[in-house]
């Protein structure tokens, strides 16, 4: 699904620059150039990198149990 409009960024691009090593949601908006022009993207690109992180350390903690 599109994200930003403005830029065309997809939530497949945010999950994959956290799969690439962004750490933190400043270096995803700064590597993606993400909620740079209107901004209307930020908090939904927000929830977007928030989710994947949550699922991610939920199936961590699955496969260590």
């Given at each position: 699904?599109?994200?930003c409009l403005c830029k065309?960024?997809?939530?497949?691009q945010i999950?994959?620059?956290i799969d690439e090593g962004a750490d933190s949601f400043r270096q995803?908006?700064?590597e993606l150039d993400l909620a740079s022009q209107c901004?209307?993207?930020g908090s939904l690109a927000r929830q977007?990198?928030?989710e994947y992180l949550n699922n991610f350390n939920a199936d961590l903690c699955f496969?260590?149990?």
């Open positions: 699904m599109y994200v065309g960024i997809t939530d497949k999950r994959e620059a995803v908006r700064r901004g209307k993207c977007v990198y928030d496969a260590a149990a």
